[in-house]
C-alpha cells in the first residue's frame, strides 16, 4: 500500500516546537517523502520534500530516519496560523500520482 | 503571478444537471492535475494532464465525468449528468517539469453541491 501513517490529530502550543510523525514502512529506495498542508479552506499548500537527508527550509525541517521508514516534520515555533491538516505523502511508483492520505490535524493553543 | 485559478468559487445545483469546474494552471507550468475531496475519501487524485495531454485518468469515477485541456492555459472537469454523490471540493493543481519531485501548487478549489 503507498498510503502513509500518520496520527489523526495533534496539538500544541504556541510558539512551541511541533514533531509530526509519519511512518511509511513499504518506501522504495527512489521515493521522495512529500510534505503538504492545508489551512481551513483552502488548497493544499507545499512544505517540504526529501528522500534520505534531512532537509530545512524557512517553513519546516524534515527529519529522515536512516531506513527511511519513518519521517518527521519538525514545525519549529508553532503559531497559530500553522493550525491546519498536514499530509505526508510518498510517490506511488508513478511519480505523478501522489496518494493523500487523510492527514493530522494539527490545533495550536494560544 | 496569480497562482492557479479555479472558477466558480461555489456551485449549487440540483440532481441531473451538468455541472463545469474550471481552471487556469500558473503560466509556464506543464503538469495540471484535478482532485476531488470528501471527508471520508480525502483527496482523490481524478486525472492529470502533461503538455495538455491526458496522461491518467484512472481516478476519474464514471462517464459522468470527463475533462479537457484544450490549451495550455485552460481545463475543464465536467460532470453530465450531476448526482447528490458527486458532492466534495474540486481542486485543480499545476506543476512545473513533472520531474516528479516538483512541488504542486493548488488553486482555491470549487465547492460543489448536488441536490
Known amino acids: 500500500d503507498a498510503k502513509t501513517t500518520q496520527p489523526n490529530s495533534m496539538e500544541s502550543n504556541e510558539e512551541e516546537p511541533v514533531h509530526l510523525p509519519c511512518n511509511h514502512s513499504?518506501?522504495?529506495?527512489?521515493?521522495?517523502i512529500h510534505w503538504y498542508r492545508q489551512l481551513p479552506s483552502q488548497g493544499p499548500e507545499y512544505v517540504i520534500h526529501g528522500l534520505t537527508s534531512n532537509v530545512n527550509n524557512r517553513m519546516a525541517s524534515l527529519a529522515i530516519a536512516e531506513d527511511r521508514k519513518s519521517s518527521t516534520l519538525i514545525l519549529h515555533r508553532a503559531t497559530l496560523r500553522d493550525a491546519a491538516v498536514y499530509y505526508c505523502i510518498r510517490n506511488a511508483g508513478n511519480n505523478r500520482k501522489l496518494i493523500w492520505g487523510l492527514g493530522t490535524s494539527l490545533a495550536v493553543n494560544p | 503571478d496569480a497562482g492557479v485559478i479555479q472558477s466558480p468559487r461555489h456551485e449549487v445545483t440540483e440532481m441531473g444537471q451538468e455541472v463545469t469546474l474550471r481552471c487556469k494552471p500558473i503560466s509556464g507550468h506543464d503538469y495540471l492535475f484535478w482532485y476531488r475531496q470528501t471527508m471520508m475519501r480525502g483527496l482523490e487524485l481524478l486525472i492529470y494532464?502533461?503538455?495538455?495531454?491526458?496522461?491518467?485518468d484512472s481516478g476519474m469515477p464514471e462517464d459522468r465525468f470527463s475533462a479537457k485541456m484544450p490549451n495550455a492555459s485552460f481545463s475543464t472537469l465536467k460532470i453530465q449528468p450531476s448526482e447528490p454523490r458527486d458532492s466534495a471540493v474540486y481542486f485543480c493543481?499545476?506543476?512545473?517539469f513533472g520531474t516528479g519531485n516538483e512541488k504542486l501548487f493548488f488553486g482555491s478549489g470549487t465547492q460543489l453541491s448536488v441536490l
Open positions: 494532464f502533461n503538455n495538455n495531454v491526458p496522461i491518467d
Open positions: 493543481a499545476s506543476s512545473l
Open positions: 513499504t518506501i522504495s529506495g527512489t521515493d521522495y
